[in-house]
């Protein structure tokens, strides 16, 4: 088993900043990938970034790139998921999941943390 818990949300203007943590813990997770996902008031649930552990690899959502960075501290079995330049549509409940690099769904996830972004 992995468990996750995110910490980090708020409430913030547009164009500030926001950093969300995702504390990582169980079984080795070195051979997984670590993901943020989020979800607005009744849309679907859409990929932000992931960070493949092991690597450092990381991919992002285009509507994130530029703004958003994904990063790992193995000291810490932490991943975080710096938040710039936010604007109103960023508001969602973010959600960290994580899976094995060998399988595609994410079967591990967090409770999520709520970012408000206000214009």
């Known amino acids: 088993q992995v468990q996750l818990v995110e910490s980090g949300g708020g409430l913030v203007q547009a164009g500030g900043s926001l950093r969300l943590s995702c504390a990582v813990s169980?079984?080795?997770?070195?051979?997984?990938?670590i993901g943020w996902f989020r979800q607005a008031p009744g849309k679907e649930r859409d990929f932000v970034a992931s960070i493949i552990w092991s690597t450092g690899n990381t991919y992002y959502a285009d509507s994130v790139k530029g703004r958003f960075t994904i990063s790992r501290d193995n000291a810490k079995n932490t991943v975080f998921l710096q938040m710039n330049s936010l604007k109103p549509e960023d508001t969602a409940v973010y959600s960290c999941a994580a899976r094995a690099n060998w399988v595609i769904k994410y079967n591990y996830w967090g409770q999520g943390t709520q970012v408000t972004v206000s214009s």
């Open positions: 169980g079984r080795t997770f070195s051979s997984y990938t």
